[in-house]
């Protein structure tokens, strides 16, 4: 073929890499929201109470100490017995509930410290969380009005130059970070090592966990409170190979905090913490 006739298809095979890509981080998006408003998403929740040592009622009636949503369950649904980090459910006669989808409908309930337990009841869910040195219940509603008014997530344009490669230097051994969360709790969580990079004509670096076999960063820059969350954001990427990783900032997205008084969102360590403005991925929600 002759030089110049090949010449002509370059551009095209550019826009189409392009495009693929355009196409992969929205499709990533499309996702995105569908997890984010789906029944057992983070838009569904609808409560969080802590709870006492002893007996913890559960039921519609607001003189419970667990006050579900009016109508959606009887007024006495059962009683939940904490003692010493432990959550038994004892259901009232009649109750139509489960754990875990199965028969069973009465007795332990493990956390989310390890694989938890979910106690259905009708449309509502419940699942004990732990955080610090307190035990609470998390509600889901699949009629919550966070879901039921869900007006869409917007973003920033999609731009390949956000999406870096990053060089990834190991802790030997995992360094322990002092993170912090909402309720003004901090946990201590190994990170394997920091991802460093050059965006925008920094040289930055930034330390992630590890969450279900993926590095995890929760990070802040200089949109945060402005045309993003103020408290900051997350990214996830795949390990280090090579010694190598990629940050896709157009898949920065919103902790679930955003959308949710009731979540209990980690925040960005003082390391994490970017002098640059990342316009890239997940805008603000709301008035958040």
Request: charged fraction near 20%; charge should be negative.
């Amino acid at each position: 073929m002759p030089v110049a006739i090949l010449l002509l298809f370059v551009p095209a095979l550019a826009l189409d890499a392009g495009a693929d890509y355009q196409s992969e981080v929205e499709h990533w998006r499309a996702q995105r929201e569908a997890d984010l408003k789906g029944p057992d998403g983070w838009l569904a929740l609808a409560g969080l109470f802590w709870l006492k040592e002893g007996a913890n009622t559960v039921g519609a009636g607001p003189e419970n100490d667990i006050a579900l949503p009016p109508n959606s369950t009887p007024v006495h649904a059962g009683v939940l017995q904490f003692h010493a980090g432990k959550t038994e459910f004892h259901a009232a006669p009649g109750l139509d509930a489960s754990i875990n989808g199965g028969s069973r409908r009465d007795g332990l309930l493990r956390s989310d410290s390890a694989q938890p337990d979910l106690l259905r009841i009708g449309r509502l869910t419940l699942l004990v969380i732990h955080r610090g040195s307190r035990y609470g219940i998390r509600l889901r509603d699949q009629e919550s009005d966070a879901r039921l008014h869900f007006s869409g997530l917007r973003w920033y344009p999609v731009r390949e130059s956000y999406r870096v490669t990053a060089d990834f230097h190991p802790y030997s051994p995992p360094k322990i970070l002092l993170v912090p969360n909402v309720l003004g709790d901090t946990s201590r969580d190994p990170s394997p090592g920091y991802a460093e990079f050059v965006l925008l004509g920094q040289r930055l670096r930034l330390e992630p966990t590890v969450e279900e076999g993926r590095l995890f960063f929760v990070f802040r820059d200089r949109t945060a409170g402005r045309t993003t969350y103020g408290a900051g954001r997350f990214l996830k990427s795949d390990m280090p190979s090579g010694g190598k990783v990629t940050l896709d900032f157009n898949e920065a997205y919103n902790p679930p905090c955003a959308f949710t008084p009731y979540a209990t969102c980690p925040l960005p360590t003082p390391d994490n913490r970017l002098p640059i403005a990342i316009e890239a991925g997940e805008l603000n929600y709301g008035n958040h």
